[in-house]
């Protein structure tokens, strides 16, 4: 197997008696959007230091392009660094902030024009080179930053958090300038954030990290779809996490609660035995206005969302407390109060020990 453009080997990293790192590996191939995604303090912008040679691991190794960089310092590495406080300076004009590392490193004023030139066509702001920073919005703002980090051509981007403090609908229009970029430029983009948005929209591969230690890496279809874990569940997107035993027969697990004596999910998809969480995304959920589910519950909230109705019910056993439900199904509408039974897709649930 060819090496990756980025390596990192069983990295651990101590800051006295805190772990904050222990034992990564990842691989980030050339042209690869990969994101590090995680609840906040477990450790991805670490990781990303340690590949910026911001911070030293305490063990284990970094590797850019199969060169050994663990005591490299930052600027003898091919690195460039877009954070999430974007520290543009307000006295330079926006050619100027892009080409200041340019101009450190000796490059020819011609060069620089030149170079400048391109990258702003990039970003999509030719002819913004004389503007002041503080005259654009939250967004060129952003492209500009992108573009003072991708003029130096560096073998790998990382981004720290750069579109989390932008509103909804800016953040959304910044992924798909984003993503158009990083398609144009033939590095990878290694970037950090605890945004699911973000990550699943924009990544080729993602990895989930908690306490310091990942959880899983693979595509965000893969992660979603087939998560590794019951914290992996629970933080990519939504789920109902619901305690039972589970039994397999053959090729089918079937999973029991307490005060129910039919299963109330089978699948061909896991076998297992004994005391399981099972997890089961809201849109997998299914409403019924007859007997038809398995649990019989009450509709205790409704919000309506424009493309679909988020339902809360609260099932009749006290072995389930709340099932969050997504019906893109509108044609039958429940009120709060109104008793429904709750069925559970088979495809649609994934088995834990």
Same mark, same amino acid.
């Given at each position: 197997?060819?090496?990756?453009?980025?390596?990192?080997? %069983?990295?651990?990293?101590?800051?006295?008696?805190?772990?904050?790192?222990?034992?990564?590996?990842?691989?980030?191939?050339?042209?690869?959007?990969?994101?590090?995604?995680?609840?906040?303090?477990?450790?991805?912008?670490?990781?990303? /230091?340690?590949?910026?040679?911001?911070?030293?691991?305490?063990?284990?190794?970094? @590797?850019?392009?199969?060169?050994?960089?663990?005591?490299?310092?930052?600027?003898?590495?091919?690195?460039?660094?877009?954070?999430?406080?974007?520290?543009?300076?307000?006295?330079?004009?926006?050619?100027?902030?892009?080409?200041?590392?340019?101009?450190?490193?000796?490059?020819?004023?011609?060069?620089?024009?030149?170079?400048?030139?391109?990258?702003?066509?990039?970003?999509?702001?030719?002819?913004?080179?004389?503007?002041?920073?503080?005259?654009?919005?939250?967004?060129?703002?952003?492209?500009?930053?992108?573009? /003072?980090?991708?003029? %130096?051509?560096?073998?790998?981007?990382?981004?720290?958090?750069?579109?989390?403090?932008?509103? /909804?609908?800016?953040?959304?229009?910044?992924?798909?300038?984003?993503?158009?970029?990083?398609?144009?430029?033939?590095?990878?983009?290694?970037?950090?954030?605890?945004?699911?948005?973000?990550?699943?929209?924009?990544?080729?591969?993602?990895?989930?990290?908690? %306490?310091?230690?990942?959880?899983?890496?693979?595509?965000?279809?893969?992660?979603?779809?087939?998560?590794?874990?019951?914290?992996?569940?629970?933080?990519?997107?939504?789920?109902?996490?619901?305690?039972?035993?589970?039994?397999?027969?053959?090729?089918?697990?079937?999973?029991?609660?307490?005060?129910?004596?039919?299963?109330?999910?089978?699948?061909?998809?896991?076998?297992?035995?004994?005391?399981? /969480?099972?997890?089961?995304?809201?849109?997998?959920?299914?409403?019924?206005?007859?007997?038809?589910?398995?649990?019989?519950?009450?509709?205790?909230?409704?919000?309506?969302?424009?493309?679909?109705?988020?339902?809360?019910?609260?099932?009749?056993?006290?072995?389930?407390?709340?099932?969050?439900?997504?019906?893109?199904?509108?044609?039958?509408?429940?009120?709060?109060?109104?008793?429904?039974?709750?069925?559970?897709?088979?495809?649609?649930?994934?088995? @834990?020990?």
């Amino acid at each position: 197997m060819a090496d990756a453009l980025v390596r990192v080997d %069983n990295v651990r990293k101590e800051y006295g008696s805190l772990v904050a790192v222990d034992g990564v590996t990842l691989r980030i191939e050339a042209g690869e959007f990969f994101s590090l995604l995680g609840p906040s303090g477990c450790g991805k912008t670490t990781c990303l /230091r340690m590949i910026s040679g911001f911070e030293t691991p305490t063990d284990g190794s970094v @590797f850019i392009e199969g060169t050994d960089v663990t005591g490299t310092p930052p600027n003898k590495r091919n690195t460039n660094m877009v954070f999430q406080h974007l520290s543009l300076f307000p006295h330079l004009t926006v050619g100027e902030n892009i080409q200041y590392g340019l101009k450190k490193s000796g490059v020819g004023a011609d060069e620089r024009e030149a170079r400048v030139s391109r990258i702003l066509e990039l970003v999509d702001l030719s002819g913004y080179q004389d503007r002041n920073p503080n005259e654009l919005s939250g967004g060129q703002q952003q492209r500009v930053a992108l573009a /003072r980090a991708l003029v %130096n051509n560096p073998d790998v981007l990382l981004l720290d958090e750069p579109l989390s403090g932008l509103d /909804r609908k800016l953040r959304q229009h910044m992924q798909v300038e984003l993503a158009k970029i990083q398609r144009e430029v033939e590095g990878a983009f290694f970037y950090v954030t605890h945004d699911q948005e973000v990550a699943m929209t924009l990544s080729d591969r993602l990895a989930i990290m908690n %306490n310091g230690v990942i959880q899983q890496v693979g595509t965000p279809e893969e992660v979603y779809n087939n998560p590794a874990n019951a914290f992996v569940a629970d933080f990519i997107g939504d789920t109902n996490l619901i305690e039972g035993r589970a039994e397999t027969t053959e090729d089918t697990v079937s999973v029991f609660v307490d005060g129910i004596a039919d299963p109330i999910w089978e699948s061909k998809r896991n076998t297992t035995t004994g005391e399981v /969480r099972l997890s089961v995304r809201p849109e997998s959920v299914r409403l019924h206005d007859d007997d038809r589910g398995v649990l019989t519950a009450e509709v205790v909230d409704r919000f309506f969302q424009g493309d679909h109705v988020e339902y809360i019910v609260s099932p009749e056993v006290d072995s389930v407390s709340e099932i969050d439900v997504t019906d893109y199904k509108t044609d039958h509408t429940f009120t709060e109060g109104e008793a429904v039974s709750v069925s559970f897709d088979e495809n649609g649930g994934v088995v @834990f020990d």
